[in-house]
């Protein structure tokens, strides 16, 4: 059995999601089909949260107006015989009531999170009803049964698969299980999700839970590139990754995937292969255990990074004095991301500044801080960077401009680290794509 995730372009218009039913029907093989909400979905869902949590009513009814518009005509294009038609008014009908009535509730962030999952919910339950209509036997099966997180929002694959293989079992009869990305429960039994671009992540547990025999990410684009295409005109996709190096490459920065959607896998030892469904025949990029390829393989920048420097005389040959350092972003629960370290000082980033305050104000008890926002991770990631000749030479020649503030560098064989200023992430892209890739 496979997993195939499709992101939110890939069933955004009609018409992608009749391509959709077109390449989970393509071979025999049984399996589990994830959606993400339609393109744009959540985006304008946190809107809509945001409207109710400022209690701005009329512009959150707006807003549910025109994303119900939206979705009319996505019905009327999507489906055209009247029990389809009439099985998914009615989805609209009871979501779009849902959101009506959030709006005069009062906000709590509970209720967030089940404004957010209407998008996965709706779009999964639409592209049921075209399966339907098209007589592509199938089971909907709803994520909120199998999918969850502890009290730490941490999923556990050994949780999951206690609830899915069940579930399957009991429906032995289909070729085709389809579910929602992103959505689960949290330890209080309350809906909740898996974050931003989570749907990956739902994928990848999925793949690991059921032992897939490979978890099939499709998307809007022809796998890993070695750059982020948003920024960097020109890029080429990256035939294979290892598991390190996928997750490297998500965690600092690669949009394409989840930050954390390829340890499951990777625990299982389930290849991952990231898909184009605008050009399926299209290689893409194969994520396993060991991939071929020497050298840097992929850059990626990861932004909203904020510096934190502690200067103290008590580091000097003091021992314990970082475990006291480290013992703070603990108790706010909050991970560092780069650290360097002097005789008298150390320099680390996070990317949740949600305590940042109360975390200098304890800080201070050990030293004097210093705090620079406005920052960027950009990472070089590839196979055995620390054994590649020349690289460090070719590197800093190539950024020699760039204010580089920090380097992380023999912490991980795959990846080097470095910090600028978020204004010179362009920059910064740019250059080593021409130095280390050739690329212009
Ligand atoms: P989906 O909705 O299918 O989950 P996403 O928008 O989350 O798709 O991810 C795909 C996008 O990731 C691409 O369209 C591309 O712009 C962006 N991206 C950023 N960095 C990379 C990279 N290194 N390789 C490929 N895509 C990247
Ligand atoms: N719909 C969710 C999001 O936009 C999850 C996903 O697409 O992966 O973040
Ligand atoms: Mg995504």
């Given at each position: ?224 590139h070695n750059n982020d295409p948003r920024i960097v005109k020109t ?206």
């Amino acid at each position: 059995m496979k997993v195939m995730k499709f992101g939110g372009t890939s069933v955004g218009k009609p018409e992608r999601m009749m391509e959709v039913a077109r390449l989970i029907t393509a071979d025999r093989e049984s399996k589990i089909v994830v959606l993400s909400a339609l393109s744009g979905t959540t985006n304008k869902l946190v809107e809509i949260s945001t409207c109710i949590a400022q209690r701005d009513k009329a512009r959150a009814k707006t807003e549910i107006e025109l994303m119900e518009a939206h979705y009319q005509a996505f019905v009327r294009d999507l489906l055209h015989t009247e029990p389809a038609i009439a099985k998914a008014t009615e989805v609209l009908r009871e979501h779009f009531e849902f959101l009506n009535i959030a709006t005069k509730i009062s906000y709590s962030e509970a209720l967030t999170k089940d404004i957010l999952a209407q998008g996965e919910l709706l779009s999964t339950k639409l592209f049921s009803c075209y399966l339907e209509e098209q007589k592509i036997g199938h089971h909907l099966l709803s994520a909120f049964d199998f999918m969850s997180i502890d009290e730490n929002d941490e999923p556990h694959i050994s949780v999951i698969r206690s609830k899915l293989v069940p579930i399957l079992a009991d429906k032995s009869d289909s070729q085709i299980y389809l579910t929602q990305g992103y959505i689960c429960l949290n330890a209080r039994g309350e809906v909740d999700n898996l974050k931003r671009g989570g749907s990956d992540y739902s994928a990848s547990l999925i793949a690991a839970a059921i032992q897939a025999s490979v978890c099939e990410i499709w998307t809007d684009i022809d796998g890993m590139h070695n750059n982020d295409p948003r920024i960097v005109k020109t890029t080429r996709p990256v035939e294979q990754l290892s598991f390190d190096e996928a997750a490297e490459l998500a965690y600092f920065g690669a949009k394409i995937l989840h930050p954390a959607s390829i340890w499951p896998a990777q625990q299982e030892h389930i290849p991952v292969k990231l898909l184009n469904t605008l050009a399926p025949q299209a290689k893409g990029t194969l994520i396993a255990k060991s991939a071929s390829g020497q050298g840097v393989k992929a850059v990626a920048a990861k932004d909203g990074i904020v510096a934190i420097n502690i200067k103290s005389s008590r580091m000097l040959l003091a021992y314990g004095f970082l475990r006291s350092v480290f013992s703070i972003f603990e108790k706010y629960r909050t991970s560092i991301d780069m650290i360097t370290t002097s005789e008298v000082a150390v320099s680390m980033t996070i990317d949740q500044t949600g305590s940042l305050n109360q975390i200098t104000a304890e800080l201070e008890k050990l030293g004097t801080v210093s705090v620079i926002t406005n920052q960027t991770i950009v990472s070089i990631v590839g196979h055995n960077l620390i054994q590649s000749p020349n690289l460090l030479r070719d590197l800093f020649a190539g950024i020699a401009h760039i204010p580089v503030s920090m380097v992380s560098y023999g912490g991980s064989p795959h990846n080097i680290s470095l910090l600028v200023p978020a204004d010179q992430k362009h920059e910064t892209l740019q250059s080593l794509n021409r130095h280390l890739f050739g690329l212009d």
